[in-house]
C-alpha cells in the first residue's frame, strides 16, 4: 500500500494503467508455468498492445506487489526477464522505464558517427559533454595519427542521447595539428564530424571499427544509466580522410537495447578476367 500513493504523484496515468493490468491478471498457482513467467507474459502483452506506452514510468516493485498481489521475489523476476530483453529499461535513480520500440543504427557500415546517424533517422539527439581539452598524445595516439611526443591531441569524452535515452559514451581523439581550437569552437549537441567539416573542411571517407562484449565501469555504467553488471558493446574506432590519414579515433560503450546495430553483407562478385564466374 505504501508505494501506491507516492507512484500516484508521480505518474498518475500509468499508475491508472496498471491498475487495469492488475484487476485483469489471473495468476493461476496451479499452472505449469511459474507465477514470474506468468505475470511477465502479462506485462509484456499491456506493452505490445499499448496500453503500457514507451517511456512511461514503472512503479516500485513494493508497488508492483500491491497492484498485482503478488510476493517481491516474483516481481523482481519477472522484471529482470522484461529488462534483459530491453522491454524495460532500469535507469539508476530515476527509476524504471517502459522502453521504446528498439531502432537500428548504420554508422557502423557508414562514413557517419552515432550522431549523424540517429538525426538523419529522424530522432532528437543530444550530448553531455564531460571533458573537452588539448594534451601531448599517448603512445596509441602517438601511433594512430602518426603525430610527434611534442605534437598534440584534442580529447572529447561525451555521452550520446538518443529521445533522452543514454546510447553511447565515447572517448575521441583528433590530430591536434589538424583541428586548431577544435576545443573552443565546437558546441553542446553539434556533430564532431559535422563540425570538422563545416570549420576545417575534414571529411571522413572510411573507417576500421572493432566491436566486443565488456561490463563498464561504476562509473561509465552510471553515465550510461544501466547497472553496473549489465553487458556493452565496446567499440574501437579509427577514420580515415580521402588520403588515408587518420582523422579520428575513438573508444565507446554502446548500448544496443536502445538500438540496435545494423550490417548489411553483400557477397562480391567472383570475376576472372572481368568475366563474372558466381
Not at 543514454?166 to 559535422?194: A, D, K, Q, W, Y
Amino acid at each position: 500500500m505504501r508505494g501506491r500513493p507516492r507512484y500516484d504523484q508521480e505518474d498518475a496515468g500509468a499508475a491508472e494503467a496498471f491498475r487495469t493490468i492488475g484487476s485483469k491478471v489471473e495468476l493461476n498457482r496451479d499452472e505449469a508455468a511459474p507465477l514470474w513467467v506468468q505475470l511477465r507474459n502479462q506485462v509484456e502483452e499491456a506493452i505490445n498492445t499499448g496500453l503500457l506506452a514507451a517511456n512511461s514510468r514503472i512503479p516500485s516493485e513494493m508497488a508492483l506487489c500491491d497492484f498485482f498481489g503478488v510476493s517481491r521475489p516474483v516481481v523482481r523476476a519477472a522484471i529482470g526477464s522484461l529488462s534483459s530483453e530491453g522491454r524495460i529499461i532500469k535507469m539508476p535513480r530515476k527509476g524504471m522505464f517502459v522502453a521504446a520500440p528498439r531502432e537500428h543504427v548504420d554508422f557502423m557500415t557508414a562514413n557517419l558517427g552515432v550522431f549523424d546517424d540517429l538525426t538523419a533517422k529522424g530522432h532528437k539527439v543530444s550530448t553531455r559533454t564531460l571533458e573537452i581539452y588539448r594534451c601531448p598524445p599517448s603512445e596509441k595516439e602517438s601511433k594512430v595519427f602518426g603525430i610527434p611526443a611534442n605534437g598534440s591531441v584534442v580529447r572529447i569524452s561525451r555521452v550520446y542521447m538518443t529521445d533522452g535515452v543514454p546510447i553511447t559514451m565515447t572517448r575521441i581523439s583528433l590530430p591536434g595539428h589538424r583541428v586548431p581550437g577544435l576545443e573552443n569552437i565546437l558546441s553542446e549537441n553539434h556533430s564532431i564530424f559535422g563540425t570538422i567539416r563545416s570549420v576545417f573542411g575534414l571529411t571522413v571517407k572510411r573507417a576500421d571499427r572493432w566491436l566486443r562484449a565488456a561490463l563498464p565501469t561504476k562509473e561509465e555504467a552510471e553515465q550510461m544509466g544501466v547497472a553496473a553488471n549489465t553487458p556493452l558493446i565496446e567499440i574501437e574506432s579509427i577514420a580515415y580522410d580521402a588520403d588515408g590519414a587518420a582523422l579520428e579515433y575513438y573508444e565507446a560503450f554502446y548500448n544496443s537495447s536502445v538500438a540496435r546495430i545494423h550490417m548489411a553483407v553483400e557477397q562480391p562478385s567472383a570475376t576472372v578476367n572481368g568475366v563474372d564466374r558466381t
